[in-house]
């Protein structure tokens, strides 16, 4: 808070401001700038910015009810205290001049006790009012450090479609190689934060990749965990996992200071794109909420659509009469998991990461209730190994031959590795520096033969869990408070009379054959993660990308196809100009496209094309971005 008394004294008098000066001035802290022509009190108001304005009602040119007037329409003086010091002293004056908003009024002179009192205490109220003004909007730049707003601009020069890692880093990696352009980032969320995995997590949360590897820049893998290390001093070593939100943190620290390196202003834009269509300019994108924007080029770093809720289908009718909160779609959504019951029973649907990172979170906030994972396989992801040196070489030829191959491959690095007591860690990550080369080497029928096959052992070997997790989960397991089904769900059906639902589950494995287990559950958690093919998808801008040929799932539908810049490639085949894809929807083409290791090179390689192919790079932008 302000820590002293600013007076603007406005009064045609020179004598007043003498007068003023000795009774102000004995009482020491107390700031005085005198104005004679009322003119010039406004100007000299914003510029001093003073916390009580003293001033006389008869002056020459303007009065003191035309200025208290003036300052009331004006929005930076609006709210700053006025007393009336004059010697006019009758009932109608006084009435006016708090009609007109003044707080206050003294006829010439009161005893200088009395006016330091009054100054004092006005101004106290205007500079608590100014620091909760302050702290309001410091807690605002906390919460939403990129300052995300409903206003877009109505033109920009390249929009940015999802404010995840993709979506920030491609807008850092735009600014730095072209400061002039105008970006617009869209993001569809209501939480500001850093995208569906940094955003809405708690300490807790963990990442799955080790600290030295996370840095935003590919220049600097280490840069994460040199932040780790200014923030919190030997807390978290360079192989640790290091809580997301950390991440989340340190990335829109990054993201704030790459832009203001650049002296770059995006606007950030808190709204969905439901439809996008090439356009004179460039592209007309549609906005959720009815409003168009113009851009001259257009990164699409949407992430993976989520896929539809498991429940869809099985319900029948009966589902329509759950009541929607006790559905969860989106465990991320703020707020998605807020009013459970502490000892209500909770079907989570899903055994992956989305589904240990909702099931120790309930923990935390201290649900007791009984947790029911289904999920196909059964399985949850298995532990990351603790640190095993350099992974083995594998022979990229033999991995590339096919699946049958890769497979056999790494069984018998595995078995190798074993001979020598190391596990099996090694032999997956092994395979991770190829697995891009790997599987734009094999056949459509190879990749396809993979995804049916391989892909959940694949899944689980390369998605880990820290072990210090697996063991809670495998200690509620023993206990009987958590229960890992394979099977799916069969029927759905609200419980009269109270918020719950009957959840019928088909078990599937071996010895299981038709058998069913029923549930009665006070939330059914959608945890499945995103879809498997995105041309099911019913996200409406992908939606409206497939209609209208701009885009085109690859042959698996595992994304959209693109080219080695991440040129999306339409209905023909052709890559679009001014049009970028980063992300995991590259994961038809590149398949490993999902970590920050393999992203922050999409982002920067994605900047560099676009911002040559729109010519921005030290052009006049096409609008300014303010
Ligand atoms: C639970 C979880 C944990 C993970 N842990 C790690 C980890 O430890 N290390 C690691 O490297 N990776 C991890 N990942 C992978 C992670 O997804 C990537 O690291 C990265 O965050 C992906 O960023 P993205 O911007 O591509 O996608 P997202 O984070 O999904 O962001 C896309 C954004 O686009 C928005 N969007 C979509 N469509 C629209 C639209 N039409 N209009 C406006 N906005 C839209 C979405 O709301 C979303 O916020 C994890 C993922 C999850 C889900």
Redesign the pocket.
């Known amino acids: 808070m302000a820590s002293e008394d600013r007076v603007l004294l406005v009064d045609d008098q020179p004598m007043m401001g003498e007068v003023v000066n000795r009774m102000l001035g004995a009482a020491g802290g107390i700031v005085l700038r005198v104005v004679s022509r009322p003119q010039e009190a406004l100007a000299a108001a914003r510029e001093f910015t003073p916390t009580v304005i003293l001033q006389d009602i008869e002056m020459p040119g303007m009065n003191g009810f035309e200025l208290l007037d003036a300052y009331r329409a004006d929005a930076e003086l609006a709210e700053v205290p006025v007393i009336m010091l004059t010697s006019v002293e009758n009932a109608e004056a006084k009435a006016r001049a708090f009609e007109l908003g003044a707080t206050d009024y003294m006829v010439k002179f009161p005893e200088a006790i009395e006016m330091v009192a009054r100054v004092r205490r006005h101004s106290l109220v205007r500079r608590q009012a100014l620091a909760r003004v302050q702290r309001a909007a410091e807690a605002e730049r906390a919460r939403n450090p990129l300052g995300f707003g409903r206003e877009p601009l109505p033109q920009c020069d390249i929009a940015i ?7 920030l880093m491609s807008a850092a990696q735009i600014a730095a190689a072209a400061p002039g352009a105008s970006l617009g980032v ?4 209501l939480r500001p934060g850093p ?4 955003g809405a997590c708690d300490g807790e949360h963990l ?3 080790p600290a030295a590897r ?1 840095g935003a820049f590919a220049e600097k893998p280490t840069a994460f965990h040199e932040w780790l290390e200014r923030e919190f001093p030997g807390r978290i070593g360079a192989s640790d996992f290091a809580p ?1 939100a950390l991440f989340g943190r340190y990335l829109l620290e990054t993201v704030v200071g790459a832009l203001g390196a650049a002296g770059s202003r995006p606007r950030f834009v808190s709204d ?3 439809h996008l269509e090439r356009h004179a300019f460039g592209f007309e994108l549609l906005l959720a909420s009815g409003r168009t924007v113009l851009a001259r080029g257009v990164v699409l ?4 659509p989520q896929a539809r809720a498991p429940w869809r289908g099985v319900g029948g009718d009966a589902l329509a009469t759950i009541p929607r909160k006790l559905l969860v779609d989106d465990p991320w959504e703020a707020g998605a998991l807020e009013g459970i019951p502490a000892d209500g029973t909770v079907v989570v649907v899903g055994s992956g ?2 589904a240990v ?1 909702v099931v120790l979170g309930l923990r935390r906030r201290g649900h007791r209730g009984k947790l029911v994972l289904v999920s196909r396989n059964g399985r949850f992801p298995l532990p990351h190994a603790a640190a095993h040196g350099a992974p083995p070489a594998l022979d990229a030829a033999e991995l590339s031959r096919g699946p049958r191959e890769a497979f056999r491959l790494v069984r018998r690095t595995v078995r190798e590795l074993a001979a020598h007591d190391h596990d099996w860690h090694g032999a997956i990550d092994g395979v991770r520096p190829h697995a891009t080369k790997v599987w734009q080497a094999w056949s459509t029928e190879q990749r396809a033969y993979f995804l049916r096959r391989l892909r959940p052992y694949w899944e689980i070997h390369r998605h880990r869990v820290p072990p210090r997790l697996l063991a809670l989960l495998d200690a509620e397991r023993a206990a009987g408070t958590l229960d890992l089904i394979a099977g799916s769900i069969a029927s759905m059906a609200p419980v009269a009379g109270a918020e719950a639902i009957d959840v019928r589950i088909d078990v599937r494995g071996k010895g299981a054959r038709g058998a069913v287990q029923a549930h009665r559950a006070e939330r059914v958690v959608n945890c499945v993660g995103p879809v498997t093919s995105v041309t099911d998808t019913v ?1 409406p ?1 992908l939606g409206s990308l497939f209609r209208s040929g701009m885009a085109v799932g690859d042959a698996l539908g595992l994304g959209l196809r693109s080219d080695a810049e991440g040129r999306l490639l339409d209905a023909q085949g052709a890559p679009q100009q001014g049009m970028r894809l ?3 929807l590259r994961r038809g083409e590149l398949w490993e496209s ?4 393999e ?1 922050r090179v999409q982002a920067a390689v994605a900047a560099g094309s676009l911002v040559r192919e729109l010519n921005l790079l030290g052009a006049a932008t096409a609008a300014t971005s303010a």
Request: net charge neutral; proline share 2%; no cysteine.
């Open positions: 479609i999802g404010g995840g890692f993709s979506g869209f993001e569809r969320r995208g569906v995995a940094y990442l799955n990749v996370m997301r969905a794109v439901v770093a949407v992430g993976l990461l989305t990172d996200d801008l980063v992300g995991a999902t970590a920050v290791p992203l």
